[in-house]
Protein backbone atom coordinates (compact mmCIF):
# COMPACT_ATOMS: atom_id res chain seq x y z
CA UNK A 1 0.00 0.00 0.00
CA UNK A 2 1.62 3.18 -0.83
CA UNK A 3 2.03 6.34 1.73
CA UNK A 4 0.70 9.77 -0.10
CA UNK A 5 -0.21 11.87 2.45
CA UNK A 6 3.21 12.85 3.16
CA UNK A 7 4.92 15.70 0.54
CA UNK A 8 8.80 15.11 -0.89
CA UNK A 9 10.20 18.32 -1.69
CA UNK A 10 13.08 17.44 -4.32
CA UNK A 11 15.48 20.07 -4.28
CA UNK A 12 18.43 20.40 -7.54
CA UNK A 13 20.76 23.16 -7.61
CA UNK A 14 21.25 23.51 -11.36
CA UNK A 15 24.84 25.41 -13.25
CA UNK A 16 26.01 24.50 -16.81
CA UNK A 17 23.66 21.43 -16.73
CA UNK A 18 22.27 21.33 -20.37
CA UNK A 19 23.32 17.97 -21.02
CA UNK A 20 21.66 16.09 -17.98
CA UNK A 21 19.22 18.14 -16.20
CA UNK A 22 16.26 16.44 -18.76
CA UNK A 23 16.85 13.18 -18.25
CA UNK A 24 17.45 14.37 -14.43
CA UNK A 25 13.56 15.29 -14.26
CA UNK A 26 12.23 12.76 -16.19
CA UNK A 27 13.88 10.22 -13.99
CA UNK A 28 11.72 12.07 -11.19
CA UNK A 29 8.66 12.77 -12.71
CA UNK A 30 8.39 9.37 -13.21
CA UNK A 31 8.23 8.29 -9.82
CA UNK A 32 5.34 6.49 -9.05
CA UNK A 33 5.00 8.39 -5.62
CA UNK A 34 3.11 11.62 -6.59
CA UNK A 35 3.03 14.05 -3.64
CA UNK A 36 5.61 15.88 -4.12
CA UNK A 37 7.17 19.03 -5.36
CA UNK A 38 10.53 20.12 -7.87
CA UNK A 39 12.71 22.74 -6.86
CA UNK A 40 14.96 23.64 -8.89
CA UNK A 41 17.59 26.30 -8.09
CA UNK A 42 19.53 27.92 -11.27
CA UNK A 43 22.46 29.23 -10.18
CA UNK A 44 23.94 31.66 -12.86
CA UNK A 45 24.25 28.87 -16.16
CA UNK A 46 25.61 29.91 -18.92
CA UNK A 47 24.21 27.75 -20.99
CA UNK A 48 20.73 26.93 -22.10
CA UNK A 49 19.72 25.10 -18.43
CA UNK A 50 17.34 28.55 -17.75
CA UNK A 51 15.51 27.59 -21.10
CA UNK A 52 14.63 23.56 -20.67
CA UNK A 53 13.82 24.64 -17.33
CA UNK A 54 11.16 26.51 -18.36
CA UNK A 55 9.66 24.25 -20.71
CA UNK A 56 9.69 21.76 -18.21
CA UNK A 57 8.35 24.38 -15.98
CA UNK A 58 5.49 24.83 -17.99
CA UNK A 59 4.38 21.44 -18.71
CA UNK A 60 4.38 20.38 -14.98
CA UNK A 61 2.70 22.07 -12.16
CA UNK A 62 5.03 20.68 -9.58
CA UNK A 63 7.94 21.98 -10.96
CA UNK A 64 9.62 25.18 -10.12
CA UNK A 65 12.09 27.32 -10.42
CA UNK A 66 14.04 29.90 -8.33
CA UNK A 67 17.53 32.04 -8.83
CA UNK A 68 20.71 30.96 -6.95
CA UNK A 69 22.71 33.20 -5.42
CA UNK A 70 25.55 32.28 -7.65
CA UNK A 71 27.68 30.93 -4.61
CA UNK A 72 27.93 26.77 -5.22
CA UNK A 73 25.58 23.59 -4.72
CA UNK A 74 25.63 24.41 -0.85
CA UNK A 75 23.90 27.94 -0.81
CA UNK A 76 21.94 26.83 -3.81
CA UNK A 77 20.85 23.82 -1.48
CA UNK A 78 19.78 25.91 0.89
CA UNK A 79 17.46 28.46 -0.52
CA UNK A 80 16.01 25.56 -1.53
CA UNK A 81 15.06 24.51 1.76
CA UNK A 82 13.77 27.93 2.25
CA UNK A 83 11.25 27.00 -0.84
CA UNK A 84 10.52 23.75 0.48
CA UNK A 85 7.38 22.83 1.94
CA UNK A 86 7.31 18.98 2.09
CA UNK A 87 7.59 17.51 5.06
CA UNK A 88 10.66 15.30 3.66
CA UNK A 89 13.27 16.43 1.73
CA UNK A 90 15.58 14.59 -1.18
CA UNK A 91 18.34 16.14 -2.83
CA UNK A 92 19.43 15.52 -6.61
CA UNK A 93 22.36 16.77 -8.67
CA UNK A 94 21.17 17.94 -12.08
CA UNK A 95 23.67 15.61 -13.84
CA UNK A 96 22.39 12.15 -11.78
CA UNK A 97 19.46 10.67 -12.13
CA UNK A 98 17.14 7.68 -10.36
CA UNK A 99 16.88 4.19 -11.88
CA UNK A 100 14.09 2.98 -9.94
CA UNK A 101 10.65 4.24 -10.26
CA UNK A 102 9.41 3.09 -7.01
CA UNK A 103 12.42 4.65 -4.68
CA UNK A 104 10.17 7.56 -3.42
CA UNK A 105 7.86 5.34 -2.06
CA UNK A 106 9.78 2.90 -0.74
CA UNK A 107 11.57 6.31 0.83
CA UNK A 108 8.39 7.66 2.12
CA UNK A 109 7.54 3.88 3.74
CA UNK A 110 10.53 3.43 5.73
CA UNK A 111 10.83 6.78 7.18
CA UNK A 112 6.86 6.32 8.23
CA UNK A 113 7.12 2.83 9.56
CA UNK A 114 10.54 3.37 12.05
CA UNK A 115 10.30 7.03 12.35
CA UNK A 116 14.03 7.96 10.48
CA UNK A 117 15.13 10.79 10.09
CA UNK A 118 17.32 9.67 7.25
CA UNK A 119 16.67 7.16 5.06
CA UNK A 120 19.78 5.76 2.83
CA UNK A 121 19.72 3.74 -0.68
CA UNK A 122 22.30 2.14 -2.15
CA UNK A 123 23.69 3.44 -5.57
CA UNK A 124 25.87 2.96 -8.67
CA UNK A 125 28.09 5.11 -10.75
CA UNK A 126 27.88 5.60 -14.25
CA UNK A 127 31.77 6.56 -15.42
CA UNK A 128 32.56 6.58 -19.10
CA UNK A 129 29.04 5.25 -20.18
CA UNK A 130 29.69 2.05 -17.83
CA UNK A 131 27.16 1.36 -14.58
CA UNK A 132 29.88 0.44 -11.79
CA UNK A 133 28.62 -1.35 -8.59
CA UNK A 134 29.38 0.18 -5.27
CA UNK A 135 30.13 -0.97 -1.53
CA UNK A 136 26.90 -1.73 0.13
CA UNK A 137 25.75 0.34 2.73
CA UNK A 138 25.48 -3.43 5.30
CA UNK A 139 29.09 -2.92 5.17
CA UNK A 140 28.56 -0.66 7.72
CA UNK A 141 25.19 -0.52 8.81
CA UNK A 142 24.65 -3.56 10.47
CA UNK A 143 27.73 -2.24 13.14
CA UNK A 144 25.21 0.57 14.76
CA UNK A 145 25.37 4.29 14.59
CA UNK A 146 27.30 4.35 17.54
CA UNK A 147 30.26 2.19 16.57
CA UNK A 148 33.62 3.66 15.19
CA UNK A 149 33.38 1.33 12.59
CA UNK A 150 30.02 3.03 11.65
CA UNK A 151 31.46 6.14 11.30
CA UNK A 152 34.66 5.65 9.57
CA UNK A 153 33.29 3.03 6.79
CA UNK A 154 29.94 5.82 6.46
CA UNK A 155 31.89 8.94 5.84
CA UNK A 156 35.34 7.92 4.70
CA UNK A 157 36.31 4.42 3.42
CA UNK A 158 32.89 3.40 2.09
CA UNK A 159 31.45 7.21 2.12
CA UNK A 160 28.09 6.42 1.36
CA UNK A 161 26.67 8.94 4.33
CA UNK A 162 28.86 11.83 3.24
CA UNK A 163 26.70 12.30 0.30
CA UNK A 164 23.13 14.02 0.23
CA UNK A 165 22.10 12.24 -2.77
CA UNK A 166 20.52 9.18 -2.34
CA UNK A 167 18.36 9.70 1.09
CA UNK A 168 15.20 11.43 2.25
CA UNK A 169 15.77 13.72 5.08
CA UNK A 170 13.09 14.20 7.69
CA UNK A 171 12.74 18.27 7.26
CA UNK A 172 11.47 18.87 10.91
CA UNK A 173 14.67 16.86 11.94
CA UNK A 174 16.96 19.46 9.78
CA UNK A 175 14.85 22.21 11.18
CA UNK A 176 15.06 21.45 15.09
CA UNK A 177 18.81 20.84 14.71
CA UNK A 178 19.37 24.20 12.46
CA UNK A 179 21.52 22.04 10.08
CA UNK A 180 21.93 23.97 6.54
CA UNK A 181 24.86 23.72 4.57
CA UNK A 182 28.30 25.51 5.25
CA UNK A 183 29.54 28.20 2.98
CA UNK A 184 32.80 26.18 1.48
CA UNK A 185 34.21 25.66 -1.48
CA UNK A 186 33.47 21.79 -1.81
CA UNK A 187 32.67 18.79 0.39
CA UNK A 188 29.82 20.93 2.05
CA UNK A 189 27.46 17.46 1.88
CA UNK A 190 29.98 16.16 3.90
CA UNK A 191 29.88 18.47 6.75
CA UNK A 192 26.12 18.76 6.30
CA UNK A 193 25.59 14.61 7.51
CA UNK A 194 28.20 14.39 9.66
CA UNK A 195 25.85 17.54 11.41
CA UNK A 196 23.22 15.75 11.20
CA UNK A 197 25.15 12.08 12.47
CA UNK A 198 26.39 14.75 15.60
CA UNK A 199 22.24 14.86 16.17
CA UNK A 200 21.90 11.63 16.51
CA UNK A 201 19.80 11.30 13.54
CA UNK A 202 17.98 8.00 13.41
CA UNK A 203 19.24 5.96 9.80
CA UNK A 204 17.72 3.05 8.17
CA UNK A 205 18.79 1.91 4.91
CA UNK A 206 17.18 0.08 2.11
CA UNK A 207 18.68 -2.06 0.41
CA UNK A 208 17.84 -1.23 -3.45
CA UNK A 209 19.95 0.86 -5.63
CA UNK A 210 18.00 4.39 -5.30
CA UNK A 211 20.86 6.58 -7.47
CA UNK A 212 23.04 7.09 -10.17
CA UNK A 213 25.73 9.21 -9.98
CA UNK A 214 27.47 10.39 -12.91
CA UNK A 215 31.30 10.99 -12.99
CA UNK A 216 30.96 14.54 -14.66
CA UNK A 217 34.83 15.56 -14.98
CA UNK A 218 33.50 19.14 -15.53
CA UNK A 219 32.19 19.15 -11.79
CA UNK A 220 33.25 21.00 -8.48
CA UNK A 221 34.33 17.71 -6.91
CA UNK A 222 36.76 16.71 -9.76
CA UNK A 223 38.76 20.00 -9.96
CA UNK A 224 41.72 21.34 -9.08
CA UNK A 225 40.99 23.55 -5.78
CA UNK A 226 44.32 25.88 -5.20
CA UNK A 227 42.59 26.63 -1.37
CA UNK A 228 42.01 22.84 -1.19
CA UNK A 229 43.81 22.93 2.32
CA UNK A 230 41.63 25.66 4.11
CA UNK A 231 38.94 24.30 2.91
CA UNK A 232 39.55 20.64 4.75
CA UNK A 233 40.58 22.57 7.99
CA UNK A 234 37.67 25.02 7.89
CA UNK A 235 35.34 21.85 7.53
CA UNK A 236 37.41 19.90 10.27
CA UNK A 237 37.14 22.67 12.90
CA UNK A 238 33.56 23.40 12.29
CA UNK A 239 32.39 19.72 12.91
CA UNK A 240 34.68 19.52 16.20
CA UNK A 241 32.96 23.06 17.11
CA UNK A 242 29.56 21.51 16.20
CA UNK A 243 30.34 18.65 18.69
CA UNK A 244 31.15 21.14 21.42
CA UNK A 245 28.15 23.52 20.68
CA UNK A 246 25.63 20.32 20.44
CA UNK A 247 27.36 18.60 23.80
CA UNK A 248 28.57 15.31 22.41
CA UNK A 249 31.34 13.78 23.54
CA UNK A 250 34.58 14.12 22.03
CA UNK A 251 35.92 10.52 22.41
CA UNK A 252 32.89 9.25 21.02
CA UNK A 253 32.69 11.63 17.62
CA UNK A 254 36.35 13.20 17.36
CA UNK A 255 36.82 10.30 14.76
CA UNK A 256 34.79 12.55 12.25
CA UNK A 257 37.79 15.23 12.89
CA UNK A 258 40.84 12.99 12.92
CA UNK A 259 39.71 11.36 9.73
CA UNK A 260 38.60 14.35 7.87
CA UNK A 261 42.02 15.34 8.60
CA UNK A 262 43.59 12.30 7.62
CA UNK A 263 42.07 11.47 4.44
CA UNK A 264 42.53 15.50 3.60
CA UNK A 265 45.95 15.30 3.43
CA UNK A 266 46.20 12.06 1.20
CA UNK A 267 43.61 13.72 -1.08
CA UNK A 268 45.32 17.06 -1.38
CA UNK A 269 48.87 15.01 -1.99
CA UNK A 270 47.96 13.26 -4.48
CA UNK A 271 46.26 16.57 -6.11
CA UNK A 272 49.13 18.37 -5.93
CA UNK A 273 50.90 15.37 -7.47
CA UNK A 274 48.97 14.94 -10.45
CA UNK A 275 48.84 19.25 -11.08
CA UNK A 276 52.54 19.57 -10.48
CA UNK A 277 53.13 16.47 -13.08
CA UNK A 278 54.51 14.07 -10.60
CA UNK A 279 56.11 16.27 -8.01
CA UNK A 280 57.11 14.42 -4.95
CA UNK A 281 58.26 17.93 -3.82
CA UNK A 282 54.48 19.40 -4.12
CA UNK A 283 53.55 16.40 -2.23
CA UNK A 284 55.59 17.43 0.96
CA UNK A 285 54.71 20.85 0.81
CA UNK A 286 50.81 20.14 1.73
CA UNK A 287 52.14 17.35 4.28
CA UNK A 288 54.28 19.75 5.81
CA UNK A 289 51.08 21.97 5.83
CA UNK A 290 48.70 19.60 7.55
CA UNK A 291 51.39 18.79 9.93
CA UNK A 292 51.80 22.43 11.00
CA UNK A 293 48.69 23.35 11.88
CA UNK A 294 47.73 22.65 15.28
CA UNK A 295 44.76 21.27 14.44
CA UNK A 296 46.21 18.41 12.06
CA UNK A 297 48.92 18.10 14.78
CA UNK A 298 46.41 17.42 17.48
CA UNK A 299 44.80 14.87 15.01
CA UNK A 300 47.76 13.09 13.57
CA UNK A 301 49.20 12.45 17.30
CA UNK A 302 45.64 10.96 18.78
CA UNK A 303 45.73 8.94 15.39
CA UNK A 304 49.25 7.75 16.12
CA UNK A 305 47.98 6.39 19.09
CA UNK A 306 45.57 3.71 17.39
CA UNK A 307 43.13 4.04 20.24
CA UNK A 308 40.08 3.94 18.55
CA UNK A 309 41.72 2.93 15.58
CA UNK A 310 41.84 -0.78 16.92
CA UNK A 311 37.68 -0.68 17.05
CA UNK A 312 38.05 -1.12 12.96
CA UNK A 313 37.33 -4.08 10.93
CA UNK A 314 39.18 -3.36 8.44
CA UNK A 315 42.47 -4.07 9.38
CA UNK A 316 44.16 -2.56 6.06
CA UNK A 317 43.43 0.67 6.74
CA UNK A 318 44.14 0.45 10.89
CA UNK A 319 47.75 -0.38 9.35
CA UNK A 320 47.54 2.91 6.87
CA UNK A 321 46.06 5.32 9.08
CA UNK A 322 48.78 4.04 12.03
CA UNK A 323 51.75 4.81 9.91
CA UNK A 324 50.61 7.65 8.23
CA UNK A 325 49.68 9.19 11.16
CA UNK A 326 53.28 8.52 12.80
CA UNK A 327 54.74 9.88 10.27
CA UNK A 328 53.10 12.79 10.29
CA UNK A 329 53.84 13.11 14.19
CA UNK A 330 57.58 12.66 13.27
CA UNK A 331 57.41 15.06 10.50
CA UNK A 332 58.71 12.53 7.32
CA UNK A 333 56.85 14.31 5.14
CA UNK A 334 59.01 13.30 1.96
CA UNK A 335 58.57 9.77 2.82
CA UNK A 336 55.22 9.75 3.03
CA UNK A 337 55.12 11.68 -0.17
CA UNK A 338 56.86 8.84 -1.63
CA UNK A 339 54.72 6.20 -0.01
CA UNK A 340 51.71 8.45 -1.66
CA UNK A 341 53.63 8.26 -5.20
CA UNK A 342 53.34 4.31 -5.13
CA UNK A 343 49.89 4.47 -3.73
CA UNK A 344 48.70 6.45 -6.59
CA UNK A 345 51.03 5.02 -9.30
CA UNK A 346 49.77 1.40 -8.37
CA UNK A 347 46.23 2.45 -8.09
CA UNK A 348 46.13 1.44 -4.16
CA UNK A 349 44.09 4.12 -3.49
CA UNK A 350 41.37 3.69 -5.80
CA UNK A 351 40.76 -0.03 -4.97
CA UNK A 352 41.01 1.11 -1.48
CA UNK A 353 38.32 3.80 -1.60
CA UNK A 354 34.67 3.97 -3.01
CA UNK A 355 35.65 6.82 -4.96
CA UNK A 356 37.75 4.58 -7.40
CA UNK A 357 37.02 2.41 -10.62
CA UNK A 358 35.03 -0.47 -9.83
CA UNK A 359 35.15 -2.80 -12.79
Not at 35 to 54: A, T
Request: charged share 25%; aromatic share 14%; hydrophobic share 35%.
Amino acid sequence: MKVLEKKISVIIPVYNAEKYISETLDSIIKQSYKNREIILVENGSKDRSSDIIQEYEEKYQEIHMIKGVGKGPGSARNRGMEFASGEYIIFVDSDDYLPDTDIFDQYVHAAEQTDADIVVSNYVRLWDGKLLSTVKTQSFALSGPLSEDFCFQGFFSVGTLSYVWGKLYRRSFLEKNQITFTDITYAEDKLFNMQCYVCEAKYIFLQEQGYVYRKNKESISWSYHPDSTANWFKIANTIKLWIQKNNKDMDMYGGLVQYTLFFASFFDGKMEYIKHKNSLWAVRKVLKRYGQEPLGRECFLELSKGKKLSELKQYLWRFIIKGFAEGMKHQWYMLLAVGIKLLIDMKVDERLSDTGFRE
